[in-house]
C-alpha cells in the first residue's frame, strides 16, 4: 500500500509540472509585448536631389517585424507571427502563454547579409510568464550591421579617373569600384551597411586610384 501511495502522490505531482507546458497547458499567463527600433538610431538618412542635396529623415516602424516567441522552461515551444503588426492585432495585442520562461526576438523582415542598402534591426528579450498574470515586455531592436558612406572630395576626383576600394575588417566587408569620378551617381554614393564580424575593433581601407597618366596608386 506504501508503494503505491508513493506512486501515485508522483504521479500527480508530474501532472502538475506538466499544466504548464507545451500547447493546451491548462495554466496560462499573458504577455503584452512592444516591439520598437532603439530612439537613438531610428531614422534612415537619405539623400534626394531636387535642385540640390536635401536630406530626409526616413522613421523605421517595427510593424513588419517577424516575431519569435522561444520556450526555455520548454525549449519544444516555438510562436511565430509573420509581422508585429500581425501580433497587435490578435487579442488586442496580448498573447496567451502556458507559464515559464521564454526569450521573444524580433528584427527586420529581411536576410540579414554582409552587405545591404538599408539598416538591419534585432532585439532579443527575455521574459517570465506567471499564471493569469499580464506581463508586459519590450523589445527594442538594435541596428547590427553599420553604416558606411564613401565621399569622394573635389581634390580626389580631380586627381584620379577611377578607383577600386576594398575596407577589410578580418573578413573582406566590402569591396567598391567607382569606374568614373566624374559620374554624380558614383561621386555621391547611396550608404553602404555592413555586417563588421564580433571582436573586429580596426578596419583596413585599401584604395586602388589610376590617375590622367594611367598610372595606378595604391594608399
Not at 503505491?4 to 504521479?11: E, G, R
Not at 532603439?38 to 513588419?64: C, I, K, M, P, T
Not at 553604416?147 to 578607383?163: A, D, G, V
Request: net charge negative; proline share 3%.
Amino acid at each position: 500500500a506504501g508503494l503505491l501511495l508513493c506512486v501515485s502522490l508522483a504521479s500527480c505531482e508530474m501532472k502538475d509540472e506538466l499544466r504548464g507546458v507545451g500547447e493546451g497547458a491548462s495554466v496560462v499567463g499573458y504577455l503584452d509585448l512592444s516591439v520598437s527600433v532603439n530612439a537613438s538610431q531610428n531614422e534612415v538618412a537619405r539623400a534626394e536631389v531636387s535642385g540640390g542635396d536635401v536630406n530626409v529623415g526616413v522613421l523605421v516602424s517595427a510593424d513588419d517585424f517577424p516575431v519569435t516567441i522561444n520556450g526555455v522552461t520548454d525549449a519544444t515551444y516555438k510562436k511565430e507571427y509573420t509581422s508585429y503588426a500581425e501580433l497587435k492585432a490578435e487579442n488586442g495585442g496580448k498573447v496567451e502563454l502556458p507559464v515559464g520562461d521564454y526569450t521573444v526576438t524580433a528584427h527586420t523582415n529581411v536576410t540579414l547579409t554582409n552587405e545591404m542598402s538599408a539598416p538591419y534591426y534585432e532585439g532579443t528579450q527575455a521574459i517570465t510568464i506567471k499564471e493569469g498574470v499580464n506581463a508586459p515586455a519590450t523589445v527594442t531592436c538594435t541596428m547590427k550591421n553599420t553604416e558606411i558612406n564613401l565621399i569622394y572630395n573635389t581634390e580626389f576626383r580631380t586627381k584620379f579617373q577611377s578607383c577600386k576600394i576594398k575596407i577589410t575588417g578580418g573578413t573582406t566587408i566590402i569591396n567598391v569600384e567607382c569606374t568614373d569620378l566624374n559620374d554624380g551617381d558614383q561621386i555621391n554614393p547611396k550608404p553602404i551597411y555592413a555586417l563588421i564580424p564580433d571582436g573586429v575593433e580596426e578596419l583596413r581601407i585599401d584604395v586602388w586610384a589610376v590617375n590622367e597618366k594611367g598610372e595606378e596608386v595604391h594608399e
